[in-house]
């Protein structure tokens, strides 16, 4: 499976901007999909996660209620929404596959396959 992210930008605070990640190659269906996102100098975090159905949804505290993620799986594609955006939400935003499952859906070990980045910079 390769990931492809795009949707970054510069935006205000309280701006808002959605995110995409499109896969390609087989089975993009059966993959749990999460967002992660890396500020300079510090470590990868859990974002967002969404089930290979699409019912279960799970969210950082960091972001509960101003980010939504979504897919699509007959476009191959996973979403982010990102609402009320907010200075310390500047990062690079990563898009994940989780082949496996399991419970630790918020550690990037779990995650398989990786997009390649997408920058998003909010201004204050």
């Known amino acids: 499976v390769q990931l492809q992210a795009s949707g970054g930008g510069l935006v205000q605070a309280g701006g808002s901007l959605r995110l995409s990640c499109v896969a390609s190659?087989?089975?993009?269906?059966?993959?749990?999909m999460g967002w992660f996102r890396q500020a300079p100098g510090k470590e990868r975090d859990f974002v967002a996660r969404?089930?290979?159905?699409?019912?279960?949804?799970y969210y950082a505290d960091s972001v509960k209620g101003r980010f939504t993620i979504s897919r699509e799986n007959t476009k191959n594609t996973v979403y982010l929404q990102m609402n009320s955006l907010k200075p310390d939400d500047t990062a690079n935003y990563y898009c994940?596959?989780?082949?496996?499952?399991?419970?630790?859906?918020?550690?990037?070990?779990?995650?398989?396959?990786w997009g390649q980045g997408t920058l998003v910079t909010v201004s204050s």
């Open positions: 969404i089930s290979w159905s699409g019912d279960r949804l």
């Open positions: 190659g087989r089975d993009f269906s059966n993959y749990g």
């Open positions: 994940a596959a989780d082949e496996f499952g399991g419970p630790g859906y918020r550690s990037p070990g779990q995650y398989s396959y």
